[in-house]
């Protein structure tokens, strides 16, 4: 099945600090989504980026699909900002429609 | 709706119990897909529908679990005889395929808790 591995696994930050996390996989991809996992569990959507770049907010995404790779871009972070966040993605061929989820990146933004 | 819903928010079994997880999806989205996240960060698929047709059943351990998506009713997902290694967060998830864009937006989770 497809790798998908995101970097890096914990970071902490000074609230107001930027930051970029970044998900490698390793085949093509039909869909990409971005989440974040809140301190309560919820999965809460970011981004739909399968390519191209994206803004919302402080928050914002670039998938390079040829170079098998997107980044999330975390601007001037709060501690609301705090959780895992996911990068999942669908397999272009062979896999389905289902999503496979990379192991995360676990944020901390500390006051 | 206009989220996925999903009942109960918590569920405990004695191992060796029956569990029911239920999920309704958002209105007019016409696949629905079942997650396991083990241990913190680790998600698992489980299963899909389109409509009520099984899409991908290829992550399901069958020998115990099984789902069901019923016209006019909520998605179900079954584990007869719980194990210890069952105890997880059940994610459902929802999708449209409108052109080329499917992106899945997901419930709140259903914790079972196997004692």
């Known amino acids: 099945g497809i790798q998908v591995e995101q970097s890096p696994p914990d970071l902490i930050l000074q609230e107001g600090a930027n930051s970029t996390l970044r998900c490698n996989f390793s085949?093509?991809?039909?869909?990409l989504q971005w989440f974040h996992q809140n301190p309560w569990g919820q999965l809460i959507n970011l981004f739909y980026?399968?390519?191209g770049t994206k803004q919302n907010g402080r928050l914002s995404a670039t998938t390079v699909a040829t170079e098998r790779y997107s980044l999330l871009y975390i601007s001037s972070s709060q501690t609301t900002d705090s959780g895992v966040y996911f990068c999942?993605?669908?397999?272009?061929?062979?896999?389905?429609?289902?999503?496979?989820f990379g192991t995360g990146t676990q944020l901390k933004v500390e006051l | 709706g206009e989220e996925v819903a999903q009942t109960p928010k918590h569920l405990v079994r004695g191992e060796g119990q029956k569990a029911k997880l239920y999920c309704a999806p958002i209105?007019?989205?016409?696949?629905v897909f079942w997650y396991q996240q083990v241990l913190k960060n680790e998600f698992k698929f489980l299963i899909s529908?389109?409509?009520?047709?099984?899409?991908?059943e290829t992550g399901m351990p069958k020998e115990r679990f099984s789902a069901k998506c019923l016209p006019n009713s909520p998605c179900s997902l079954e584990i007869q005889a719980t194990k210890l290694e069952d105890s997880a967060v059940y994610f459902c998830?929802?999708?449209?395929?409108?052109?080329?864009?499917?992106?899945?937006?997901f419930g709140p989770g259903t914790r079972l808790t196997v004692t």
């Open positions: 998830a929802s999708s449209q395929w409108v052109a080329v864009f499917h992106e899945q937006y």
């Open positions: 085949d093509s991809v039909n869909n």
């Open positions: 980026i399968p390519s």
């Open positions: 999942a993605v669908e397999r272009l061929t062979g896999g389905g429609n289902k999503l496979t």
């Open positions: 209105k007019g989205h016409s696949y």
């Open positions: 529908f389109q409509n009520e047709n099984v899409f991908d």
